[in-house]
């Protein structure tokens, strides 16, 4: 039981713990208790006369505390764990400074990390963001396991009881000399420097070794597992295309104005971010109704003319050549790829044919002119967990074998739906909960042309 703190220390992820340097472990190596329980069941007591025997080590030969540290303390010095490619762990210093003092350490640390976690939600997902929140992750799991062990070990290194094992000694020297040499339970015996230095930490410590330089080459992409029953939903904005609907809304609406009108649509849209962040934030859902709004009175004639003859080249130079190359990776494989998105259809058409199934947002159309409402409810959020396990209940796809891509926290149930999600340029939220998960994380689109550039494009 003593191991996660062993390797915890090792580790160099306990900086200290709530125990006294001068309490009692009643420590017993599990041999001694088999060969206790072995005997003990040899020797019934007669019925109705019940027997008890405590196998420990506190009364005859004990370990404090401060003893377990200072054998821990020397070994990790002498073989600490080896970090990859940054040498090897410091062990760490305890000064056993009491319960509270480390009570309070914790309640302030837990506190820091809590608002760091809230300012990093609020900041753009960009690599560097990406690393402080993995560092502050790494803190907040540290303090969680520090926390949780403290509370589970700390009643035992508080708890100043020590129970003697006299009637144990007794049955031990009952037993034949043969039989106490090769099966004894006498914890008189156990040199405690020799069987935790010598013996248990080698032996606990060996799966986090690895010889120096045997570092495990990052594999090279292989073929995708072939399978007609698997899926591959991707997610459009943000994933599919470096882009989202606010993005498209632009490139369609200023195609249509000269640029001396340009400044008033900036101006108009700029008014209404607030409310569509508010949205947004508030139900995805919601955002995507307000937002479609402004595409009424846009006739649907000339925006399917605009999006074939402009705006489809564009869009396939917006789209991620990574993500591109995963979609073909899948078709090779016979996986049946999905796109679905909450954008209007007449935008997801230059991307259609790379997909065997898409899922769009239909604007409702009256004499020809967009209404700026929509015929169905936008598939977002849960709805397309639900979405995805209807279409696998309905063509027997094998959902667990199945891929999923998403770049938002929103996109959290379709990828939790699937056996292989992949966060793809990860907004903050998903970014710490893929991380949680140990999801694949990819960085998707370094290469694909600039928002501005696509813009000025579309105006000529």
Same mark, same amino acid.
């Given at each position: 039981?003593?191991?996660?703190?062993?390797?915890?220390?090792?580790?160099?992820?306990?900086?200290?713990?709530?125990?006294?340097?001068?309490?009692?472990?009643?420590?017993?190596?599990?041999?001694?208790?088999?060969?206790?329980?072995?005997?003990?069941?040899?020797?019934?007591?007669?019925?109705?006369?019940?027997?008890?025997?405590?196998?420990?080590?506190?009364?005859?030969?004990?370990?404090?505390?401060?003893?377990?540290?200072?054998?821990?303390?020397?070994?990790?010095?002498?073989?600490?764990?080896?970090?990859?490619?940054?040498?090897?762990?410091?062990?760490?210093?305890?000064?056993?400074?009491?319960?509270?003092?480390?009570?309070?350490?914790?309640?302030?640390?837990?506190?820091?990390?809590?608002?760091?976690?809230?300012?990093?939600?609020?900041?753009?997902?960009?690599?560097?963001?990406?690393?402080?929140?993995?560092?502050?992750?790494?803190?907040?799991?540290?303090?969680?396991?520090?926390?949780?062990?403290?509370?589970?070990? *700390?009643?035992?290194? =508080?708890?100043? @009881?020590?129970?003697? #094992?006299? +009637? /144990?000694?007794? $049955?031990?020297?009952?037993?034949?000399?043969?039989?106490?040499?090769?099966?004894?339970?006498?914890?008189?015996?156990?040199?405690?420097?020799?069987?935790?230095?010598?013996?248990?930490?080698?032996?606990?410590?060996?799966?986090?070794?690895?010889?120096?330089?045997?570092?495990?080459?990052?594999?090279?992409?292989?073929?995708?597992?072939?399978?007609?029953?698997?899926?591959?939903?991707?997610?459009?904005?943000?994933?599919?295309?470096?882009?989202?609907?606010?993005?498209?809304?632009?490139?369609?609406?200023?195609?249509?104005?000269?640029?001396?009108?340009?400044?008033?649509?900036?101006?108009?849209?700029?008014?209404?971010?607030?409310?569509?962040?508010?949205?947004?934030?508030?139900?995805?859902?919601?955002?995507?109704?307000?937002?479609?709004?402004?595409?009424? *009175?846009?006739?649907? =004639?000339?925006? @399917?003319?605009?999006? #074939?003859? +402009? /705006?489809?080249? $564009?869009?396939?130079?917006?789209?991620?050549?990574?993500?591109?190359?995963?979609?073909?990776?899948?078709?090779?494989?016979?996986?049946?790829?999905?796109?679905?998105?909450?954008?209007?259809?007449?935008?997801?058409?230059?991307?259609?044919?790379?997909?065997?199934?898409?899922?769009?947002?239909?604007?409702?159309?009256?004499?020809?002119?967009?209404?700026?409402?929509?015929?169905?409810?936008?598939?977002?959020?849960?709805?397309?967990?639900?979405?995805?396990?209807?279409?696998?209940?309905?063509?027997?796809?094998?959902?667990?074998?199945?891929?999923?891509?998403?770049?938002?926290?929103?996109?959290?149930?379709?990828?939790?739906?699937?056996?292989?999600?992949?966060?793809?340029?990860?907004?903050?939220?998903?970014?710490?909960?893929?991380?949680?998960?140990?999801?694949?994380?990819?960085?998707?689109?370094?290469?694909?042309?600039?928002?501005?550039?696509?813009?000025?494009?579309?105006?000529?």
């Amino acid at each position: 039981m003593a191991e996660p703190l062993i390797l915890a220390y090792g580790r160099g992820i306990l900086p200290e713990f709530p125990g006294a340097h001068d309490g009692i472990l009643d420590v017993v190596p599990v041999d001694i208790v088999t060969n206790a329980l072995l005997a003990i069941a040899e020797n019934p007591p007669p019925a109705g006369d019940p027997a008890y025997y405590h196998v420990g080590s506190g009364w005859r030969n004990p370990l404090t505390f401060g003893q377990l540290y200072d054998l821990v303390h020397e070994y990790f010095s002498d073989h600490p764990l080896p970090v990859a490619d940054r040498g090897t762990v410091l062990a760490p210093e305890w000064t056993f400074p009491g319960a509270r003092k480390i009570e309070r350490t914790m309640r302030t640390g837990e506190r820091a990390v809590a608002i760091a976690d809230k300012a990093l939600m609020h900041m753009p997902s960009t690599e560097r963001t990406q690393g402080w929140m993995m560092k502050n992750l790494r803190q907040q799991q540290q303090l969680e396991f520090l926390r949780r062990h403290a509370d589970l070990y *700390g009643m035992y290194t =508080a708890i100043e @009881v020590i129970y003697s #094992d006299d +009637r /144990l000694l007794e $049955l031990h020297r009952a037993q034949t000399p043969e039989r106490q040499r090769d099966a004894g339970f006498d914890t008189a015996v156990v040199d405690w420097h020799h069987y935790f230095y010598d013996v248990h930490f080698p032996a606990v410590t060996a799966v986090l070794r690895r010889p120096s330089g045997s570092r495990t080459p990052r594999p090279t992409r292989k073929p995708l597992p072939a399978g007609e029953n698997v899926a591959a939903v991707f997610d459009m904005e943000g994933t599919l295309l470096a882009g989202n609907v606010i993005e498209s809304y632009l490139w369609a609406r200023l195609s249509q104005l000269p640029r001396t009108r340009w400044p008033v649509e900036f101006a108009s849209l700029a008014r209404s971010l607030p409310r569509y962040f508010a949205a947004d934030r508030r139900d995805r859902v919601d955002f995507l109704r307000i937002f479609l709004r402004r595409y009424a *009175g846009a006739s649907e =004639a000339e925006f @399917v003319r605009f999006v #074939d003859e +402009r /705006l489809s080249d $564009l869009l396939l130079r917006r789209a991620a050549p990574d993500a591109i190359r995963q979609v073909r990776r899948h078709r090779e494989a016979g996986h049946h790829t999905v796109l679905i998105t909450g954008t209007i259809d007449q935008f997801v058409a230059p991307m259609a044919t790379l997909f065997d199934t898409v899922v769009a947002s239909t604007l409702q159309v009256k004499d020809g002119v967009f209404t700026g409402y929509l015929e169905a409810p936008p598939l977002v959020g849960e709805a397309r967990a639900a979405w995805l396990r209807r279409f696998a209940s309905d063509h027997g796809t094998d959902l667990p074998a199945s891929y999923a891509y998403g770049d938002s926290f929103a996109d959290r149930p379709l990828l939790e739906a699937v056996g292989h999600p992949v966060a793809v340029n990860p907004d903050a939220r998903l970014f710490r909960h893929a991380r949680t998960k140990h999801w694949r994380v990819e960085h998707w689109g370094e290469h694909t042309r600039g928002a501005i550039e696509t813009m000025l494009e579309v105006a000529k």
